[in-house]
Every structure is written in C-alpha cells, then in structure tokens.
C-alpha cells in the first residue's frame, strides 16, 4: 500500500500562498489532493496521474497548482480565500479507478493523515 506523509499547512490571511507537501512511497497510478471543510462533505481539489495529466476543482483552477516527482507530490495555492479553510489530504489511487473521476474520493484507496490550512479574512 501506498504510504502518504502531509505537511506544509498552516494559516494565513486571504490572498496569500501556502505549499503543501506530500512524501509518497510505492507505486499510483494518480495521486490528488482532498480537502474537508467542517460540516462539509470531501471535496477533490486537484489531481495528477503518472502521465502528469492534471485535474482542478472549478473553484481553485487558477489560482492553485499541483505537481509531483517520484517521492512527493505538492500543491502551490495562491490567492488564498477563507472557503479555502479545512483539512487537506493526500491521496492515491493504485487500482486505476480514477480515470473514472479524478476528484472523486470513492476510487482512492490510500489516504494521509490531513495537514490543515486555515485563512483568514
């Protein structure tokens, strides 16, 4: 099983930046990042699979950009906005189910242990 360590999070005011990290180990076939806002269900943020082909979400295309190499994968966010609070997570897919739906959390079988990013108005 693929192993997912986060960190990078923390809080900021709005429009400004965060980098989250993920450590990965073993093989995916797509890696993503989720995020889970209290009282809010799991929402897919950003994808990349192991050709490099990337996903948004609608509300953060733009402004946020997912990469990866063989060990880590990150997400660059700019243009912070308080919706953006909550929990993040790193995930990954090895069976190939997201090429189903990239953002979709039910075709992810590894999950990190979150990092949270909090912005400020």
């Known amino acids: 099983q693929v192993q997912l360590e986060e960190s990078g999070g923390g809080s900021v005011q709005a429009g400004g930046s965060l980098r989250l990290s993920c450590a990965v180990s073993?093989?995916?076939?797509?890696l993503a990042w989720f995020r889970q806002a209290p009282g809010k269900e799991r929402e897919g943020v950003a994808a990349?699979?192991?050709?490099?082909v990337t996903s948004y979400a609608d509300s953060v295309k733009g402004r946020f950009t997912i990469s990866q190499d063989n060990a880590k994968l990150d997400l660059q966010m700019n243009s912070l906005k308080p919706e953006d609070t909550g929990m993040y997570y790193c995930?990954?897919?090895?069976?190939?189910?997201?090429?189903?739906?990239?953002?979709?959390?039910?075709?992810?079988?590894?999950w990190g242990q979150g990092t949270q990013v909090t912005v400020s108005s």
């Open positions: 990349i699979d192991r050709l490099g």
């Open positions: 995930a990954a897919d090895q069976n190939g189910g997201s090429r189903y739906g990239k953002l979709t959390a039910r075709w992810y079988n590894s």
């Open positions: 073993g093989y995916r076939y797509c």
